[in-house]
């Protein structure tokens, strides 16, 4: 499998526990002896008002902080089996997951699974919808190389697909969503890319893969996912462990950081800027004898952005020049990396 959870599958479900927040809340409280303080985390699809986990912070009967998740789709592995067994395994001094409580399986009548664990306070030293700087993009770097070497489990916690082409059938997913979703089915920018073109490059893309053996990868390892605490750094959104394509995490972090800076308030020129660094790094990261599979992964992202992901920016934020230089530098990338592959298509901004 892919992945833990599928964001994508649970949307087209319709999970969505908004509407039962405050109950839920309140029976896992009593359940588990716990006072409820603030909710700290609601994760929506993309930009939509569905909710699919929420994340509050309560005390337990010692008066401790404790962070307790409520997980609306039924994960294939439990987030709470994810963090035991991540834990038992982490050979890192530098980055951890945080220290595991106590769960209750996704229960079919409740349609939710609880895990209560750590609560990680402290700042995010790279974050989304801001400019980072160059020193901070390093660090990042540094922590990416300490989570491949150290955090990347030795024997994966549950098995894979027999090929990575099986990864590539995601797009029709995001493609029904764009469609069920009515925000984004009158959204201007699905204009860029037609279903028959982003089947020609999922098809070429599951024709390499299918010789090519994945890895297993923190689906979502990115500033959005690491926090600086005491002795180190915290890695949070465990449910995202799971096979991908080599070099598949590098690219995840550029990918969010460069679409999600459009609210932000930087120019056009930082941006552009910021967007050279990250790829430099990235670039430098990689062995060159796999270029190929890193520039295939660098696609399938880059893909993914201009069937779905891109879609958060806002009708009215369209026009603005920050929004269009993010367009035209992934506009750039996808024709770049379509002809290295030899893929006949093509986006114009």
């Known amino acids: 499998m892919s992945g833990s959870i599928s964001v994508t599958k649970a949307f087209l479900n319709s999970v969505d526990i908004s509407k039962r927040e405050k109950e839920i809340i309140s029976e896992i409280c009593l359940g588990n002896k716990l006072i409820p303080k603030e909710i ?91 400019l980072n700087s160059d020193q901070s993009i390093k660090k990042f770097f540094d922590l990416y190389y300490e989570y491949k070497n150290n955090c990347v489990p030795k024997n994966p916690w549950f098995n894979k697909d027999s090929n990575l082409s099986v990864f590539t059938q995601r797009y029709n997913g995001w493609w029904q969503v764009r469609e069920k979703e009515p925000k984004y089915a009158r959204h201007p920018l699905t204009s860029l890319i037609a279903y028959s073109n982003a089947k020609k490059v999922f098809d070429k893309l599951s024709a ?29 959104g465990n449910l995202f462990w799971g096979f991908k394509p080599k070099y598949y995490d590098l690219v995840f972090a550029y990918h969010w950081h460069s679409i999600m800076l459009y609210s932000s308030k930087c120019t056009v020129k930082d941006y552009q ?65 379509a002809r290295y592959f030899n893929i006949k298509v093509r986006i114009n901004i």
């Open 273 to 337: 800027k910021e967007v050279k660094v990250w790829k430099d790094k990235m670039e430098s990261s990689i062995d060159q004898k796999n270029k190929d599979i890193f520039y295939s992964s660098w696609l399938e992202r880059t893909t993914a952005a201009f069937i779905l992901d891109l879609l958060i920016i806002e009708k009215e934020m369209i026009d603005r020049p920050l929004s269009q230089a993010i367009l035209l530098n992934r506009a750039f990338e996808f024709n770049d990396l």
């Open 208 to 236: 390499f893969w299918n010789s090519k053996s994945a890895e297993f990868v923190h689906g979502h390892f990115s500033g959005g996912e690491i926090i600086k605490i005491k002795g180190g750094f915290g890695l949070t």
């Open 40 to 130: 700290t985390h609601r994760s929506f699809y993309w930009t939509t008002d569905k909710v699919g986990a929420i994340i509050f912070s309560a005390l337990d009967k010692n008066k401790n902080k404790v962070a307790v998740k409520i997980q609306g789709d039924k994960p294939f592995i439990s987030e709470g089996y994810i963090l035991k067994r991540f834990n038992e395994e982490n050979r890192s001094k530098v980055i951890r997951p945080p220290k595991f409580i106590n769960y209750r399986l996704w229960d079919i009548k409740k349609g939710y699974e609880v895990i209560i664990m750590e609560q990680f306070e402290g700042l995010k030293p790279v974050g989304y919808g801001r």
